[in-house]
């Protein structure tokens, strides 16, 4: 199969034929990344994504010790645990959809700052909640802030970086959000649940400091008519000593032919549309493999599993685990390719899903029954099935399973979703778009974060499990079929991709 985006350069590939590209050496001065700033820039940014991550997974040790909790008031039932742990979702799909006005108003800097203020308030609810409607409030809050980020983010770094480590940089988002939760099991295992919430609010002021110094986006700029500004953005990011002038002409004159706002007669265009479908399916796929409620009921699942190590301590582990495989992501994503690593990660999270489906259907079970948040009332699977004794080598499985299915997750479809977000969306719709990808994500989330407990007290904890791993291999089709490969390119230059139509992704 042809893949897309591959191969030797040819006119129908050319963003700007009525210019002479650079030569050879012009090229290695603009795309080399000389100056340090742009990396100083992307990590102010990508401080939202941390504690985007941190509040994504504050519910698993928080949900064990508020349903043990002595005051009445915070006392969780299950339904309130269900509810605890899924509305930060609810809140991340408002987040996006504000970030299609915002993203395009405020521009991408703008909107990451403005994200601190609920940030902020959530975790200052959550600090000091006396009644459960606090905590649902604090947390769709903070779920809020995280939708915005979502969008934002990858926008901003993707619009910022060089092509060259556009790949590397553009998986700082997610490798930033998996060090975020692991950060939080890593406090949980020592701080208590309101003093987890207060340490929430470090990352925001930092983030909020180092923005203020950082320059806007150029593309956005230029959108704007900023040109002047655009070009000391520009420099500042590529320093002083780089010729950006190809560059930058080269990102003005695809700004100037992209002037106007996307109409619904121009949505209707193949070279808008398909980019915009391909990156909706893709993170409505990543919602439905179930990262969100294992890394939400992570902690309660072990519970309701026979494992051999205590549960908190089995949640820091794979968050270890996880920000490893995030760090091999990014060192790897510019040299093996997007697609590469995306058949990779659904490969691996496929046989470890199915592992834990098939482990807690027939595999030992907990000698006492576990009903923290209630993932199930009664032993999984039946009866008639040995109990696990703490040093059985068997309730290993669990662990190493939820590991590798992490693992699989945070190398390839983890953040190379938000980074072929960031890339193959037209200009003339980022703003839009991303907001609209968001939103889509975070209601599948919500969905599946809500549904999840409800289905593992009907049907069993294998049954999620097995419905994830068909949905791993639906993937591994869809990005044969659809997804396209961007390494080395410009975002100018896949977007041309799109506009000539040299190959339909969608048939």
């Given at each position: 199969?042809?893949?897309?985006?591959?191969?030797?350069?040819?006119?129908?590939?050319?963003?700007?034929?009525?210019?002479?590209?650079?030569?050879?050496?012009?090229?290695?001065?603009?795309?080399?990344?000389?100056?340090?700033r742009v990396f100083l820039a992307t990590f102010?940014?990508?401080?939202?994504?941390?504690?985007?991550?941190?509040?994504?997974?504050?519910?698993?040790?928080?949900?064990?010790?508020?349903?043990?909790?002595?005051?009445?008031?915070?006392?969780?039932?299950?339904?309130?645990?269900?509810?605890?742990?899924?509305?930060?979702?609810?809140?991340?799909?408002?987040?996006?959809?504000?970030?299609?006005?915002?993203?395009?108003?405020?521009?991408?800097?703008?909107?990451?700052?403005?994200?601190?203020?609920?940030?902020?308030?959530?975790?200052?609810?959550?600090?000091?909640?006396?009644?459960?409607?606090?905590?649902?409030?604090?947390?769709?809050?903070?779920?809020?802030?995280?939708?915005?980020?979502?969008?934002?983010?990858?926008?901003?770094?993707?619009?910022?970086?060089?092509?060259?480590?556009?790949?590397?940089?553009?998986?700082?988002?997610?490798?930033?959000?998996?060090?975020?939760?692991?950060?939080?099991?890593?406090?949980?295992?020592?701080?208590?649940?309101?003093?987890?919430?207060?340490?929430?609010?470090?990352?925001?002021?930092?983030?909020?400091?180092?923005?203020?110094?950082?320059?806007?986006?150029?593309?956005?700029?230029?959108?704007?008519?900023?040109?002047?500004?655009?070009?000391?953005?520009?420099?500042?990011?590529?320093?002083?000593?780089?010729?950006?002038?190809?560059?930058?002409?080269?990102?003005?004159?695809?700004?100037?032919?992209?002037?106007?706002?996307?109409?619904?007669?121009?949505?209707?265009?193949?070279?808008?549309?398909?980019?915009?479908?391909?990156?909706?399916?893709?993170r409505f796929l990543q919602q439905l493999m179930?990262?969100?409620?294992?890394?939400?009921?992570?902690?309660?699942?072990?519970?309701?599993?026979?494992?051999?190590?205590?549960?908190?301590?089995?949640?820091?582990?794979?968050?270890?685990?996880?920000?490893?495989?995030?760090?091999?992501?990014?060192?790897?994503?510019?040299?093996?390719?997007?697609?590469?690593?995306?058949?990779?990660?659904?490969?691996?999270?496929?046989?470890?899903?199915?592992?834990?489906?098939?482990?807690?259907?027939?595999?030992?079970?907990?000698?006492?029954?576990?009903?923290?948040?209630?993932?199930?009332?009664?032993?999984?699977?039946?009866?008639?099935?040995?109990?696990?004794?703490?040093?059985?080598?068997?309730?290993?499985?669990?662990?190493?399973?939820?590991?590798?299915?992490?693992?699989?997750?945070?190398?390839?479809?983890?953040?190379?979703?938000?980074?072929?977000?960031?890339?193959?969306?037209?200009?003339?719709?980022?703003?839009?778009?991303?907001?609209?990808?968001?939103?889509?994500?975070?209601?599948?989330?919500?969905?599946?974060?809500?549904?999840?407990?409800?289905?593992?007290?009907?049907?069993?904890?294998?049954?999620?499990?097995?419905?994830?791993?068909?949905?791993?291999?639906?993937?591994?089709?869809?990005?044969?079929?659809?997804?396209?490969?961007?390494?080395?390119?410009?975002?100018?230059?896949?977007?041309?991709?799109?506009?000539?139509?040299?190959?339909?992704?969608?048939?």
């Open positions: 199969m042809q893949e897309p985006l591959l191969g030797a350069e040819g006119p129908d590939y050319d963003t700007f034929p009525e210019k002479s590209s650079p030569s050879p050496g012009e090229r290695t001065r603009v795309g080399a990344p000389q100056n340090k102010a940014a990508v401080l939202g994504n941390f504690s985007f991550g941190y509040a994504l997974v504050y519910t698993s040790p928080v949900i064990p010790a508020l349903e043990h909790s002595l005051d009445p008031d915070l006392s969780l039932t299950k339904t309130q645990a269900s509810w605890f742990g899924s509305v930060f979702t609810l809140g991340a799909a408002a987040g996006g959809l504000s970030a299609m006005v915002l993203n395009d108003l405020l521009g991408r800097k703008l909107s990451i700052m403005f994200s601190a203020v609920p940030s902020a308030a959530g975790y200052a609810l959550m600090a000091g909640a006396h009644g459960f409607w606090m905590l649902l409030l604090g947390r769709t809050l903070t779920g809020f802030a995280g939708g915005l980020t979502a969008a934002c983010i990858p926008v901003y770094v993707s619009e910022i970086a060089t092509p060259g480590v556009r790949g590397a940089l553009g998986a700082t988002p997610q490798l930033m959000a998996v060090f975020g939760s692991l950060s939080l099991y890593a406090l949980g295992l020592l701080l208590p649940w309101r003093w987890l919430a207060v340490a929430g609010e470090g990352p925001v002021l930092v983030m909020i400091l180092l923005l203020s110094f950082m320059p806007n986006s150029p593309r956005f700029l230029l959108s704007r008519g900023r040109d002047a500004e655009a070009l000391r953005a520009l420099a500042w990011l590529r320093g002083a000593d780089t010729d950006i002038r190809w560059e930058f002409e080269q990102i003005r004159d695809n700004v100037r032919r992209q002037s106007t706002r996307m109409s619904w007669a121009e949505a209707r265009n193949p070279h808008m549309y398909r980019p915009i479908l391909i990156a909706l399916l893709m179930g990262i969100t409620p294992v890394l939400v009921y992570l902690q309660p699942i072990f519970e309701s599993t026979a494992v051999l190590l205590p549960p908190k301590d089995d949640a820091a582990i794979v968050g270890a685990v996880r920000l490893f495989s995030v760090l091999i992501a990014a060192l790897t994503m510019d040299l093996a390719g997007r697609k590469v690593l995306l058949f990779i990660s659904a490969t691996i999270m496929f046989a470890a899903n199915l592992t834990l489906g098939l482990y807690v259907h027939f595999g030992p079970k907990p000698l006492t029954p576990n009903s923290t948040v209630g993932l199930e009332s009664a032993p999984l699977g039946g009866t008639g099935q040995p109990l696990a004794t703490p040093s059985s080598c068997l309730t290993l499985v669990p662990l190493v399973a939820t590991m590798l299915f992490i693992m699989g997750y945070a190398m390839g479809w983890g953040p190379i979703t938000w980074l072929l977000m960031s890339e193959i969306l037209p200009l003339q719709a980022r703003g839009v778009a991303s907001g609209l990808c968001v939103l889509v994500s975070w209601l599948t989330a919500f969905a599946l974060t809500k549904s999840f407990l409800l289905v593992v007290n009907a049907f069993g904890l294998h049954v999620p499990f097995f419905f994830f791993a068909a949905i791993c291999l639906a993937s591994l089709v869809f990005t044969g079929c659809c997804v396209p490969e961007t390494k080395g390119r410009s975002l100018e230059q896949i977007e041309s991709f799109f506009r000539t139509g040299r190959r339909s992704f969608l048939h």
